[in-house]
């Protein structure tokens, strides 16, 4: 007997034979059945849970007996008329919890006729069924299969029911499949195998079509299929009702979302058919995006033509906080989808375009449209005749706002809704067909975008109040809200731009603010008990704006599009970019003042809040009062400037007027300004008494004007700062041997480079393509995109490549967030972020827990997975049956509590941490590693977010505004599941990257981080799953995190200082992290050279050619003869210059200098590292300084700028001092209005003609300061070598440079470059406080050089105190457009800027290949110069950073202090605002620029330092002196001179640290940059703001102008720089030599 097995018959080939066998076949079928009802469930990204139900008829009830059963009592009903309200079984009138509205603001929604008393169980069985009538036939050939619809028809129809139903559906069509056979469109290859495949037997159409599977030995050109289809649905097709409940839920979250709609006269028609050469291969992938390449040509419209929520349904929303009752009626909605039709087609639309949205009580418009070709366009429109939301928010409790606990924020809207939506899904205009960066036509969710432009949507408010206790607010009816969609493209990952317009009309009122007395209710009392304010000034009550959505959610509003005029007024579109912006410009800044000032606006203001607090209206109008107080003393002294202000009569005077509204405490206010500008502190006694006798409240706030007299003392104290140190053998963390032998299985970045050049011809290993898969999170987004471009997709694996384009497209996004998050501007931020982070962590817990997320055969095979877990709709109804009858919640909280944990929550749990750890020891002593953690493998997380991706998100969900909402704290939890599931190193490496910006290490900044994090909210989510953050920060970090209740008054640590607490673990954390800085820079950056390696040295060093040891005693010959001759003419040049210029010998001179210049530059051509050597040093150095005395001269006898006056006050103060100050004379006098004189107005009297009129000497201006030497003013008249020593006593400060530079014959002979154009681009960054590419810094300069010289300039877009590396790649970006010029160039930076632009070069060095041949090629980097170098730090860093610290603690402590006084409520809300100011995205920028001050920082940016040998720098420095300080810079001068000691500073960097090279962490390429900087520049007489003057217009004032601060000689800055490196051949001139006009480039 024998045993037939399945797995032994050829199910599929039988099957294949049978339908060989059937040439054709017809079929008729008749059947009668009752539909059922559909209901599908979709877990979304983030663990949202989508339920949807469809059924044929109307369930007012929505299914809740079929759900509850039998022991679901029938829900009660109380019939009150045209305004019934249901009433529960378990709940009062009083409250929102029993779901009741008794707040007297009913709906008068006009009733279903289905009588409420009449409800019965819903019985599908009861209905009366469907008739079904299908004929169709079909063909079978062997090259071709069709198939007929000849009719298709279902019918029913009820008499007997409540209503007259009649529905009926109809439709016919045919479809047909066929053999490819186009051999003229084949290449050659694919006519060859088409013919043998021809020549044996052939499978037939229908057997490749059914069993694809069967055929994957056929090639796809042979198994590719043609195929057709039309089908048309008649135009009396409709069903008359369908109901449809959907439902939202997530099983962490509290609450839930069901609504029920009952859809009325639904119908449809249209036709659908294939597009032409429609193609499709039967192994293709079953994905949902493939559904892309088979869009069909389509005209098909579908419409609604009543829908309404039926209030049996009890419809509802809960996101855990707002609870709301919806309730529609009178929806009518029609959408019509075209595409792929070639002729004339009709769409929707309005004949006046003036009302935006559909006219609710007008039939739709019909129109002419043009045809859609291409993709699928859908136009909508819609209409709601009433819309009623019922909601209840919970309130914290705030007693000081009379909100006490238990109070509810009621809110009632009704009105209508219309408008239409255009969405065109259509492919991209994409310009190749498939790169492995950019979008990939061929796949769709890449090749296809979506248009959504000219939708709009119109709101009209019917009746609308918000009530809160004893307030409430009305909003006027017939209020009409409007928003149109201007543009808005995006792709299909949600990525574009969106822009807006918005408008709003209260026709002509206010919203009203009622409010009676605490425990009545406003819409309760008479109208005697209430007291009511309009909120709205009339210029607010109507208008329009733009509003710009950047792809990141960034909001930017503009003036509207369709405005026909400016709206005048304060309360234009500036207004509302001031409030929402982050940075607002200057324009919507003063526009916001103006408001502020506006007495009006404010007054409406103090209304409002004297009806909502007392206390706020007292302290508010105080406070306004002064303001406008200090406006109207401001106005009159006719001070609109800080420069009116900083001189210290006018400073005095103003302080005087505040405090007493007279000059009667001048002279105490003075001493006390004096005293605080020389750096001496503030004298808080005197102060004290001050306020004491003008401020009348000062005995009610004795203690917190103590303490903000402290805070005071505190800024203005001097306290001095420890000396840096020297610290040697700074090794890079990357080579440390306790980091190094951890990444022994990590490849480094300079061995992934060579390994993708490995031969480029053959694909990548497999293992290598693995490799780079697995750590490609941990790599740079510039890294990704290289790997991506270098290789073709054809060389990786393809399941590497997917994983690797899909980090790079996160991290392309989330380098976009990084920028672009916290505040107003960013609100809707949160929802896009939701898109994409749920997909990201999603798939990357499954490849983490593969066991736990992967699909089981069953998925595999039809791409969904069936549960046996109930659905969502049953959920939400048990949910909604609790709240309704108390005997059904029992079930409802067991199966809430038996929720699985995730991640975080099982980390976060004490019980299962300590037995995770147990595991954890188990499987180390099991794996016989018993070694400590440091020398251990470093543990790579496996997600598809990199820590640095990890960190942005998550920072930027902590400065979110909306930090309440539940979708901000649904993408915290899953940041937060994702790190729980990756090994601890995780953690520590997201806390780092939010501490260590570019590995600087900066412990404030993580410090209000972790703040943020630690009172993370979460009201949003269930108790059960709610986190102990402390918990588990300490599971990750193993260190003890602190709690805040212990800090506060009444806590065990009540005396200490909760922020040190904090800081001091940051600063543990970044210890801890140092492994993961490491990993960073061993993957990330290339290391050309170790510490051990040696130092590059020139050839003379090493060895000397025939041609190096000439070339080299030739130019040393050259330049011994040249100083030899040269001093030899000194004397007599000095002496008689025109007799001595006019003798052989000064030519040949000039000429022997000349001959060594070339001889030196030819020497350099040979060997790049020449300059090291101190000979080559040594005259280049001369050379620098003889051409900075050239520029100047040259400066002089062109009159260039104010140069002349500028040195004219600067001999005067070098030989006489600083004007004396006259502050006790000019105290007394309002001199505001009289225009300040320029320094070359003040020089006028000494170059007037005879008879004419001297400028009047006053008190403001003192002209005997100016000296009689007349040799700046009158340069003609005095020989050019008196000029030169003049140069050299006015600017040189160090009288041995002086004397050296004098008897130096290069600085005697001016000696000029030849003529022509030089072949070379500056790149500049500027310091601390720039406008990046919009600034003007040095741009008189700048266009003088590209005129005399051709050299153009690119302004980096650098910002304001931001980070290293931040400002590096503003920099790299400007060398990027530096090298559109073909042309060497060289780095320009000033004060910070020149540790930014050592950055972007070390950045550029470290990188990809393509990187490093931006600063190393033919056109590379050439030379650099620093103006007033800030790379070793300032004191001002330190001395800023311990006061900000010291201050932070003092604010702590004096919120302490108050805890006694108000309630916890208004603790907690003072202690979220400063925690959110910490922790601001301004913050956090702010304090990665401050950290380049600091001495860890500049340590860890030298540490990782590397920068080129063959490259020259070149500096300038200054020292301040009385006769050059600006008064702007007083303050900062006296206090850098008693913080560090040392008066010889230019205000904010010291002379000695102010150098070209690292002087306190030294190590390789500390040396090397030593080697580079061409010795010690001579220092001169200036100041750190020498380079700026239109920039710093706003604070000069008289005194500036009379010594001509900032009217300094431009020039030096660049011009010697440039001429000296041309000289000596680092630049090299153009061919063309001929001057050609041209302008500055501030960008390319």
């Not at 005749?385 to 606990?405: A, G, H, R």
């Not at 750096?679 to 009348?696: A, S």
């Not at 022509?1316 to 741009?1339: C, H, N, P, W």
């Not at 105190?1361 to 060289?1386: L, M, T």
Request: one cysteine or more; a neutral charge; hydrophobic letters at 35%.
């Amino acid at each position: 007997s024998a045993k037939l097995r399945r797995e032994n018959i050829a199910e599929n080939r039988i099957a294949m034979a049978v339908l060989d066998t059937i040439d054709s076949w017809n079929s008729k079928v008749e059947i009668v059945a009752t539909p059922p009802a559909v209901g599908i469930d979709l877990t979304l990204p983030g663990g949202v849970s989508l339920g949807m139900e469809l059924m044929h008829g109307r369930d007012p009830l929505a299914g809740r007996t079929r759900d509850l059963g039998a022991e679901a009592s029938p829900l009660d009903f109380e019939d009150d008329g045209e305004n019934s309200v249901r009433i529960l079984p378990t709940g009062s009138g009083n409250s929102m919890s029993s779901w009741t509205t008794n707040d007297g603001t009913r709906s008068e929604f006009r009733r279903r006729s289905i009588k409420q008393g009449s409800a019965k169980l819903f019985d599908a069985n009861s209905l009366v069924p469907w008739k079904l009538e299908v004929a169709a036939k079909g063909k079978f050939d062997q090259d071709k299969m069709t198939f007929h619809l000849l009719d298709c028809s279902f019918r029913h129809e009820d008499r007997e029911g409540l209503f007259h139903t009649k529905s009926q559906f109809h439709t016919r069509g045919s479809f047909a499949v066929w053999k490819n056979h186009a051999p003229s469109m084949m290449g050659s290859k694919a006519v060859h195998r088409a013919a043998l495949a021809s020549s044996i037997d052939s499978p037939s159409v229908a057997s490749i079509l059914f069993f694809p599977e069967e055929m994957d030995f056929l090639q796809r050109d042979t198994r590719t299929l043609n195929y057709d289809y039309a089908f048309d649905i008649s135009e009396d097709s409709k069903l008359d009702a369908l109901t449809f409940s959907v439902g939202a839920n997530h099983p962490m979250l509290n609450g839930g979302s069901m609504v029920t709609t009952i859809l009325e006269s639904v119908y449809a028609h249209g036709s659908v058919s294939a597009r032409e050469k429609a193609v499709l291969d039967p192994l293709e992938r079953r994905q949902k995006r493939n559904i892309l390449r088979h869009l069909p040509a389509i005209d098909f419209t579908f419409g609604i033509g009543n829908s309404f929520i039926p209030p049996e349904s009890h419809s509802y929303t809960n996101d855990g906080q707002t609870k709301s009752l919806p309730a529609m009626e009178g929806g009518r909605i029609m959408v019509r989808m075209l595409g792929g039709i070639k002729q004339d087609e009709q769409r929707y639309d309005y004949e006046d375009d003036s009302d935006i949205g559909m006219s609710i009580d007008s039939p739709l418009k019909i129109t002419d449209e043009a045809p859609v070709a291409d993709g699928i366009k859908v136009v909508a429109d819609i209409g709601f005749s009433s819309i009623v939301l019922n909601s209840e928010t919970s309130v914290k409790e705030f007693p000081e706002l009379d909100i006490f606990e238990g109070t509810k924020l009621r809110a009632f809207t009704s009105g209508k809704l219309g408008g239409n939506i255009h969405c065109h899904l259509r492919p991209q205009a994409l310009g190749t067909t498939m790169t492995t960066t950019g979008p990939n036509i061929f796949n769709p969710l890449e090749a296809y975008e979506i248009d959504c432009s000219g939708s709009n949507l119109s709101v009209r408010i019917k009746e609308s109040t918000t009530s809160l206790g004893h307030r409430r607010v009305i909003i006027p009816t017939e209020t009409s809200f409007k928003v149109r969609v201007v543009k808005s493209v995006i792709d299909m990952a949600l990525e574009g731009q969106t822009e807006c317009e918005l408008s709003w009309d209260f026709q002509g009122l206010s919203p009203i603010l009622q409010v009676t007395d605490v425990g009545l209710f406003p819409e309760s009392v008479v109208h005697e008990k209430k007291e009511q304010v309009s909120l709205l000034i009339a210029p607010l009550r109507q208008g329009r704006l733009n509003m710009q959505i950047s792809p990141v959610g960034g909001i930017h509003i503009t003036k509207a599009v369709t405005s026909r005029e400016d709206k005048e007024g304060l309360y234009d579109w500036k207004f509302f970019n001031a409030l929402v912006s982050v940075s607002p410009d200057q324009s919507a800044t003063d526009r916001l003042m103006d408001v502020i000032h506006d007495k009006r606006s404010m007054n409406k203001l103090l209304q409002v809040i004297k009806l909502v607090s007392n206390d706020g209206y007292r302290f508010l109008n105080y406070c306004f009062t002064q303001i406008w107080r200090a406006k109207d003393i401001l106005d009159q002294e006719g001070i609109s400037d800080p420069k009116h202000i900083i001189p210290g009569h006018r400073m005095a005077r103003l302080f005087s007027l505040l405090l007493c509204d007279d000059l009667s405490h001048v002279d105490i206010i003075l001493p006390l300004i004096r005293q605080v500008v020389a750096g001496d502190g503030l004298d808080v006694v005197t102060l004290k008494d001050l306020l004491r006798h003008n401020f009348d409240y000062y005995d009610d706030w004795a203690p917190e004007i103590d303490r903000a007299v402290r805070w005071l003392e505190t800024m203005f104290t001097a306290f001095t700062v420890p000396p840096n140190f020297v610290e040697n053998n700074v090794t890079p963390l990357s080579e440390q041997l306790r980091y190094s032998s951890r990444f022994k299985n990590i490849p480094s970045a300079a061995k992934l480079y060579e390994q993708i050049h490995d031969r480029p011809q053959v694909p990548l290993d497999p293992k290598f393509s693995k490799l780079v898969s697995r750590v490609s999170p941990y790599l740079s987004f510039r890294q990704i995109e290289y790997f991506l471009k270098v290789r073709s997709p054809k060389d990786w694996q393809p399941a590497d490549l997917k994983r690797i384009r899909y980090v790079y497209s996160i991290k392309r996004k989330v380098m976009d967030i990084a920028e672009s998050y916290g505040g107003l501007s960013f609100l809707p931020q949160s929802f896009l972020v939701s898109v994409f982070l749920g997909e990201a962590t999603r798939g990357s817990l499954r490849v983490v827990d593969p066991k736990r997320t992967g699909a089981d055969k069953t998925t595999a095979k039809y791409g969904v997975s069936f549960s046996n877990n109930p659905s969502t709709l049953h959920q939400l109804r048990k949910r909604r049956a609790s709240l309704q009858e108390p005997t059904l919640s029992s079930s409802w909280t067991e199966e809430t509590f038996n929720a699985a944990m995730t991640p975080a929550g099982r980390v976060a749990s004490q019980t299962n941490l300590q037995g995770r750890e147990a595991r954890r020891a188990t499987k180390t002593i099991a794996s016989g590693d018993t070694s400590p953690k440091e020398s251990s493998h470093y543990e790579l997380g496996d997600c598809l977010l990199g820590p640095a991706d990890v960190a942005i998100l998550l920072q930027a969900g902590l400065t979110s505004v909306m930090k309440g909402s539940s979708v901000v704290q649904l993408n915290q939890r899953m940041l937060l599941d994702l790190i729980a599931s990756q090994p601890n190193s995780f953690a520590v490496a997201v806390l780092a990257e939010i501490g260590s910006p570019g590995g600087q290490g900066s412990p404030r900044q993580l410090a209000s981080a972790l703040m943020a994090l630690l009172e993370f909210d979460q009201n949003s989510f269930r108790p059960i799953h709610r986190l102990d953050m402390h918990a588990l920060l300490q599971s990750w970090l193993k260190l003890s995190v602190p709690r805040r209740e212990d800090y506060m008054a009444g806590g065990r640590w009540a005396r200490q200082s909760y922020y040190d607490a904090v800081f001091s673990l940051a600063k543990s954390v970044l210890e801890d992290a140092e492994s993961y800085i490491a990993l960073n820079f061993h993957i990330q950056r290339v290391r050309h050279h170790t510490e051990a390696d040696p130092i590059p040295q020139p050839k003379e060093e090493l060895y000397q050619s025939t041609k190096l040891r000439e070339a080299i005693e030739l130019a040393r010959k050259k330049i011994e003869t040249a100083d030899t001759e040269g001093s030899k003419i000194l004397d007599q040049l000095i002496k008689n210059e025109r007799k001595a210029k006019a003798r052989k010998e000064y030519r040949e001179v000039i000429s022997m200098y000349k001959e060594a210049f070339e001889a030196c530059s030819h020497v350099r051509d040979i060997d790049k590292l020449i300059f090291h050597k101190e000979w080559f040093a040594s005259f280049y150095q001369r050379n620098y300084d003889a051409l900075m005395i050239k520029s100047l001269f040259d400066n002089v006898a062109d009159n260039i700028d104010n140069v002349r006056p500028w040195l004219n006050a600067l001999l005067r103060g070098a030989k006489y001092g600083a004007p004396k100050r006259n502050d006790v004379e000019l105290v007394y006098q309002n001199t505001a209005s009289k225009t300040p004189l320029t320094s070359f107005e003040c020089f006028m009297p000494y170059v007037m003609k005879p008879g004419e009129t001297a400028v009047e000497t006053s008190a403001e201006y003192p002209f005997e300061f100016w000296s009689n030497d007349d040799i700046f003013l009158k340069p003609e008249k005095y020989g050019e070598q008196a000029v030169v020593d003049a140069i050299l006593d006015t600017i040189i400060y160090d009288p041995k440079d002086r004397e050296r530079l004098r008897s130096d014959p290069l600085v005697r002979l001016l000696i000029p470059n030849p003529e022509g154009k030089y072949d070379f681009s500056i790149v500049s960054a500027m310091g601390v406080i720039t406008e990046g590419r919009e600034g003007t810094e040095l741009q008189s300069t700048f266009e003088r050089i590209e005129k005399q010289r051709g050299v153009k300039t690119i302004r980096a877009d650098t910002a304001t105190a931001r980070s290293f590396e931040y400002n590096a790649q503003r920099i790299i970006e400007g060398i990027e457009s530096a090298k559109e010029h073909k042309v060497p160039y060289g780095l320009l930076g000033y004060s910070q800027g020149c540790a930014n632009a050592l950055m972007a070069e070390t950045l550029l060095y470290a990188g990809t290949p393509g990187q490093q041949e931006q600063v190393m090629d033919s056109n590379g980097l050439v030379c650099r110069q620093l103006l007033f170098s800030a790379i070793n730090g300032s004191v001002h860093g330190p001395g800023s950073e311990f006061k900000v610290h010291r201050l932070i603690v003092m604010v702590e402590e004096f919120f302490k202090y108050q805890q006694g006084y108000f309630s916890r409520s208004l603790q907690s809300a003072f202690l979220e605002i400063i925690t959110t100011a910490l922790d601001s995205a301004q913050f956090h920028k702010m304090m990665g620029g401050a950290q380049s001050f600091l001495y860890d920082g500049c340590r860890a940016f030298w540490r990782e330092s590397q920068h080129l040998a063959h490259v020259p720098t070149c500096t300038l420095r200054g020292v301040l002196e009385p006769h050059t300080t600006p008064e702007a810079l007083e303050m900062l001068t006296s206090m850098l001179t008693k913080q560090s000691g040392s008066p010889l500073h230019d205000s904010q960097v010291h002379a000695h640290d102010a150098v070209g090279h690292p002087i306190f962490h030294l190590n390789r390429n500390g040396k090397v940059l030593e080697k580079c900087d061409i010795g010690p520049a001579s220092i001169q007489r200036t100041h750190h703001w020498s380079p700026l003057d239109e920039e710093v217009a706003f604070i000069k004032t008289p005194r500036d102008d009379i010594i001509g601060s900032f009217d300094c000689a431009k020039d030096r800055h660049v011009f010697p720089w440039v001429d000296v490196n041309a000289r000596f051949g680092f630049i090299k001139y153009s061919k063309e030599r001929t001057p050609t006009a041209a302008t500055t480039t501030k960008d390319s």
